[in-house]
Structures are given as structure tokens and as C-alpha cells.
């Protein structure tokens, strides 16, 4: 198994200081996190704890190339990405998916912020009335109906710039998809 | 980078994610996910991607978190789950065991915090055979437990499990060996049986290979001899005699051996898509009624489908990770 020549920062997570340390500090701003994938608090909250108690059981010594916060920000995504995954496949791959939901094996975080830092880059690369109904929908929640109405466009056009910005999005961040890649491929339908 | 086929549009996703899509709209997308392993990967990569950017966005309304309320929480949850972890042993056994998780082995973490002690033998991806004090062997299937103590003390001999597990318990005629297992319990005097409890189907079965097993949920008692099947039902709080496997599938990941004696392709489909994990799907009504009689033993899925071929007279064709299979069908038997 290779090892990235990264300095690690070994943290002794059952400590029990540190454990709850840990939790504490990062408690309500990864539930905040994990909700924005789940839009269910009491779901997020459940996800969080059971990335912590993850966590717990699995290592003693926690070896984490980058800071503590990234990754368990990288850890809730996944766990969000993959109850989200999970919920859908269940009905019809049950049988299939079994060895994965019991005990899914600890995947590669995701570096949070460079993630942020793409999709930030990602984003002024849209024209910017275009960007500008992208960011109605998706930041600001507001319907097609309203935007169109906002704007004083039709809403065939919203659609259409809403798929323009998405695949210029996906252009842009075509290198960070491998990540993703790997989370499904290792939580996927293989068993 | 998987190419979205020319029907689904980016602009078609987007109002799929948002949630602005019609009914029928919704369908062509479904229908498309549905269709292969590949289209759903594609599929979750645009999902990922869109649920990603919307972390940039104001949250819907912050959630109100009471964090030492949770914390109080997370430790009844740790305290329900695998028991604490103490080790007596250096700060190297720690570091052992850590590695040992990581790579995927087995690891053994010593608890002392009983009367007894318990070890807890936890698998990860692979399986793993464990002696008990008493010369009883457990085979323990991938992603399962087995609590155990060091020796067995008391009047009988009482283990933990969960996931599945194939147990070649010594005879003891005065120390009955028990073995919990979500709420049921098996209690038997000297045997070799298969345990299995999976919480997705909220289901605990258990197959007998020899001797006599007792199992036991709530007031409920059923009495399982050599080659019976018994199955709990948690939620439905059933407990019931089953037809075990013909082919031996239920055995299969400690044996790697399916035998087929003249049954009908579906069946042989079915067993072989459980026994390996990849789709295989029947493309002709015609080979349904064709039959077959074999053993196969640590066999590759493609060997055993090449054998299909030859004697069955059929095309096998892999595509993304499944495979299919066609043909005339069997006019000679």
C-alpha cells in the first residue's frame, strides 16, 4: 500500500479528550454540512453521530493527512453521498448491496476546501446571466416559476441555462471527478 | 468521463435535481438509470456534482443543534454498540491492531472489563477461523463478530455473534454452547451448523450440517436436525422451518462449491447471481426449460459460465460487469 509523502498529523482519537474535544468543536457545523446534502436535520445530526462512532471503532490512531476539520468534512459528504445512494438502490438491489451497507470501509477524503476553490473557479466561468439563474435555483432555492418571473424570461429559457451552467460546471470540474469515481466504485454495486 | 446519451440533456438533470421535472420527464430519466450499471454511475457522478455545489449556497435554515445533548447521545449509542476497548497491552498492540483494521485483516481486541474475558474478533473484508478455548471452531464470514471468552468458566459456554458464521462446535455433553444472536438464541451440545442474521432483512438463519441444534426467540422454540433450515423473522416475530438451498448456496462463501442436480436454468441464474454478485440476465424464453447437472468448486463465475455454454448450447456476453445469455434452447432433453 502506498502512502503519499504527506507529513501526518497522529491524533489518538480514543483519547476520550480528544474524541469528545473533537466532537464538540465540529459538532454543529458538520451537521450543517451534512443537511445541505440530506435537507433532513434529524437525519443529519444521526449521520454525523454515526460518522463519529465510525470513527471510534475503527481506528485507534487516526492518521490524517490534512487537517482534522477536512476530514471530517470529507467523511460526513461521503456518508451523505452514500445514504442518499442508498436509500434509492435499496428497494432494488438489496440483495446486492448487502456487504456494502453493513460495514463500508473507510474511503479517501475529499481536500474540502481545493473542492471549494474548483467550484468557485468553476462558477465564473459561466456567462453571467446565466450564472445568475443557476445560483437563484440552487443557492437561493427559488423556483423556476419565480426566476423566469424575476428576470422577465420564459421558462423554456430558464431550463436551458440551468443545463448550460450544469455542463459547463461538469467541464470545468472534470478533475474532480475521479474522487467521486472512487466513492461509488467502492461503495458500488459490486460487491 | 462517461458521455450522457443524447436523450438526456444537462437542462433535463437539472430540472430533475431541482425537482421541476414532469412526470413523464422523470420516467425517461428513471428509465434511463435503470438501464445499466453504467448509466447509473454517470448518474450519481451528476448527482454528487450537483449536490456538491450546493454547499455554496445558504443552507435552507440553520439547524438548531444542542451539541451536549448529542454528545450524551453518541455515548449511549458507543456503549450499546461493540464493547469498549481496553487494551492491557502496549502502545505497539495498539498500533497492531489499528494496522491490522486498516489493511482490511482481522483483528482481535482484547477487553477486560468483565468478569470473564472477552474477546471481540471483529472481520473486515476478509474471512477469518478462530479455535475457542474448548477446540470449537467459528468461520467467520466477512464484516461479522464473534464475542468469545478466553475460556469458558461458567455452565455453559456462552458467545456473541453477528453477520455470519459457520461454527464445528466440540462435544460437551455437561456445558451446552450458546450462541446469541440478535434476539435469538442457539443452544446445542456438540454440531456444525451456519449462522446468519443480516439487518437488512431483518432476518437470523441458521442451517444445520450435523448433529441437533435448538433455536430459540422469545417463547418460541424450533429443533433443527442435519440438513434443516430455520429462519427468524425478527420483526414479524416468526420462526420457521425452510427449504435450505439445493445447490448448496447457502454454504458457498465458506465452500466456494455450488452442486446442481438437474435443475432448471432460472434457478441455476439465480443461484450463481448470489453466489458472485454480478447480474446475469436470461435473454431468451427459449433456455428457461433447459437443465443442468453439475459441481462446481472454486470456480470462476466466467468458468462456470463457459461450462454453461458448452453443454447448454448457449452465447454468454459480458457486458459492463453483467453478463447475458441467449440461445436456441434444449431440444434433447
Aim: aromatic content about 8%; hydrophobic content about 40%; proline content about 4%.
Amino acid at each position: 500500500m502506498e502512502e503519499p509523502e504527506h507529513t501526518h498529523q497522529i491524533i489518538n482519537i480514543r483519547e476520550e479528550a480528544v474524541f469528545e474535544a473533537l466532537f464538540k468543536k465540529h459538532y454543529a457545523e458538520l451537521v450543517n454540512f451534512g443537511n445541505k446534502y440530506l435537507n433532513d436535520p434529524e437525519q443529519s445530526k444521526e449521520l454525523v453521530q454515526e460518522v463519529f462512532l465510525n470513527i471510534w471503532q475503527k481506528s485507534e490512531i487516526l492518521k490524517i493527512q490534512t487537517s482534522v476539520k477536512s476530514y471530517l468534512f470529507g467523511a460526513v459528504r461521503n456518508a451523505a453521498l452514500n445514504q442518499i445512494k442508498h436509500q434509492k438502490v435499496q428497494q432494488k438491489y438489496q440483495d446486492r448491496v448487502r456487504f456494502n451497507t453493513e460495514e463500508p470501509e473507510t474511503v479517501d477524503f475529499l481536500e474540502l476546501d481545493e473542492l471549494k476553490t474548483s467550484i468557485e473557479n468553476a462558477l465564473n466561468k459561466i456567462p453571467e446571466k446565466c450564472r445568475e439563474i443557476f445560483e437563484l435555483n440552487r443557492f437561493e432555492g427559488k423556483r423556476y416559476k419565480d426566476i423566469a418571473e424575476q428576470l422577465n424570461l420564459s421558462l423554456k429559457t430558464v431550463e436551458n441555462q440551468m443545463g448550460k451552467a450544469l455542463k459547463i460546471l461538469r467541464n470545468e470540474l472534470g478533475d474532480y471527478l475521479p474522487i467521486v469515481l472512487l466513492l461509488i466504485s467502492l461503495h458500488g454495486g459490486k460487491i | 468521463m462517461n458521455k450522457l446519451p443524447e436523450h438526456i440533456t444537462e437542462a433535463l438533470l437539472a430540472k430533475y435535481f431541482a425537482g421541476e421535472i414532469s412526470e413523464e420527464e422523470k420516467l425517461i430519466v428513471d428509465q434511463w438509470k435503470a438501464h445499466s450499471e453504467e448509466a447509473q454511475i454517470t448518474y450519481y457522478q451528476w448527482e454528487a456534482l450537483w449536490l456538491d455545489l450546493g454547499n455554496f449556497g445558504e443552507s435552507p435554515k440553520p439547524v438548531e443543534v444542542n451539541v451536549e445533548k448529542s454528545w450524551e447521545e453518541l455515548l449511549t449509542k458507543r456503549e450499546n454498540q461493540i464493547p469498549q476497548i481496553s487494551s492491557p497491552f502496549g502502545s505497539w498492540m495498539k498500533i497492531a491492531a489499528s494496522i491490522a483494521v486498516v489493511f482490511g485483516l482481522f483483528a482481535i481486541i482484547y477487553q477486560l472489563n468483565k468478569p470473564a474475558d472477552l474477546i471481540l474478533a471483529q472481520t473486515e473484508s476478509s474471512i477469518s477461523k478462530i479455535v475457542l478455548a474448548d477446540g470449537s471452531t467459528v468461520t467467520l464470514n466477512k464484516y461479522s463478530t464473534l464475542e468469545y471468552p478466553e475460556e469458558f468458566l461458567s455452565e455453559n459456554r456462552p458467545v456473541n455473534m453477528s453477520g455470519e458464521a459457520f461454527f464445528d462446535i466440540t462435544p460437551d455433553l455437561k456445558k451446552p454452547f450458546e450462541i446469541k444472536v440478535g434476539e435469538g438464541l442457539i443452544t446445542v451440545l456438540g454440531t456444525s451448523f451456519n449462522i446468519k442474521s443480516s439487518r437488512n432483512t431483518d432476518t437470523i438463519s441458521v442451517y444445520v450440517q450435523t448433529g441437533k441444534v435448538r433455536f430459540d426467540f422469545a417463547n418460541q422454540e424450533l429443533v433443527l436436525t442435519a440438513g434443516e433450515k430455520g429462519v427468524l423473522i425478527t420483526k414479524a416475530e416468526l420462526l420457521q422451518k425452510e427449504q435450505p438451498e439445493p445447490s448448496g448456496l447457502d454454504q458457498f462463501w465458506r465452500t466456494r462449491s455450488l452442486t446442481f442436480s438437474g435443475q432448471k436454468i432460472p434457478y441455476i441464474i439465480k443461484s450463481l447471481q448470489s453466489a458472485y454478485g454480478n447480474p446475469i440476465i436470461l435473454d431468451s424464453d427459449a433456455i428457461k426449460a433447459c437443465s443442468l447437472t453439475a459441481k462446481f468448486e472454486n470456480e470462476e463465475l466466467e468458468e462456470i459460465l463457459e461450462v454453461l455454454s458448452i453443454t447448454l448450447n448457449l452465447v454468454v456476453e459480458k457486458k459492463s460487469g453483467s453478463y447475458i445469455l441467449t440461445g436456441e434452447g434444449c431440444t434433447d432433453q
